[in-house]
C-alpha cells in the first residue's frame, strides 16, 4: 500500500466500474481499523454557512476529488467485519476487493462477505408447521444469464441500460406441505446460501404459515445484525478518527460474543 503523510497507508480499489481509497487507519491486536472512501465531483456539494445560509463553492485543487467514506473495523481472529452505515456511504463490498485485488494470485487466497443474521427470525420460521417457499435473489454474470435462460449472444447485446443483472431462484413445495424435511435444515440451507453468495445475494425470503393461518412471506435480510449507536457530540461536524473508532470497537466488544453466536449458525 501507498505511504501517506500522517503514516496512514492506502491504496485504490475498484469494485465493478466504481474506484474507492481504502486507507488503514490502524492495525493493533489482530484489528485492523480502515476508511472507505469513493471519490465524487465537488460540483454537487456547496458549503453552507448556518446562520446566513449563504453557500460557496468547495476549495479544491485540480488533482483532487470530494470523499464521501465509512468506518470500518476488522477483526482478523474472528474473520468479523464491522461498520458504521452512513447515508451515500461507499459499499462495504469494497473491503472484499481489498484482499482479491491486493494479494498475489499465486497465494490462492479470496475473501467473502456475507451478512449475520439474528437468530430471532430464524427461530421464528422453525416453529412454523409449514414452510412453503424460499426465494433467493443473486447478482451475476452475464454468461451465467445466458446460461441460464437460453438468450443467445445478440439477443442478449440487444437490451441496453441495464443497471443489475439478476437471477431469482425459487422452491417451491406442493401445497401444504413443507420443503423442508426438518426444521434444522433452514437454518443449513441459508448458512450455505450466505457462504456462497456473499454481497452478491440481494433478496433472501420464505413463506411460512402454521395450520391455522394464512401463509405470510419473511424478508430475511431485513434481520442482519445491526446497532444503532450515538457517534459524538450533538455537533456532528465536530467528530473525529476517533470518534469514529470508539463507537466501532466499543460496540463491536459489548457485542462480540453474541455475533460469534450467529456467525455460526
Known sequence: MQALANGHKAMNITVSSSRYV????????????????????????????????????????????????TFCLID?????VSYIGINGAPRISAVRNLFDQGIDREENVSAH??????NDILDVL?????????????????????????LDRESFDSVRNIKTRMITYKLVGRRN??????????AEMIASIKMKYGDNLKGLSANAKDFNE???????????????VILGRDDSGLLTL????????????????????YSRV
Open 214 to 228: 394464512k401463509s405470510q412471506p419473511y424478508d430475511l435480510l431485513q434481520y442482519n445484525f445491526t446497532k444503532t
Open 22 to 69: 481504502i486507507e488503514v487507519i490502524s492495525n493493533e491486536d489482530h484489528r485492523a481499523f480502515i476508511k472507505i472512501g469513493q471519490q465524487n465531483p465537488s460540483n454537487t456539494v456547496a458549503l453552507r454557512d448556518r446562520t446566513t445560509l449563504e453557500t460557496e463553492s468547495v476549495p479544491m485543487k485540480e488533482s483532487q476529488l470530494l470523499e464521501l467514506y
Open 242 to 261: 476517533d470518534d469514529f473508532k470508539e463507537a466501532l470497537v466499543q460496540t463491536y466488544t459489548l457485542y462480540k460474543n453474541e455475533l460469534l453466536k
Open 126 to 150: 422453525v416453529k412454523k408447521h409449514i414452510i412453503s417457499k424460499l426465494s433467493v435473489t443473486v447478482a451475476v454474470p452475464e454468461d451465467q444469464i445466458l446460461s441460464d435462460i437460453g
Open 113 to 118: 462477505l456475507a451478512a449475520i443474521m439474528t
Open 177 to 186: 406441505k413443507n420443503i423442508f424435511s426438518s426444521s434444522g435444515k433452514l
Open 76 to 80: 482478523f481472529e474472528t474473520g468479523i
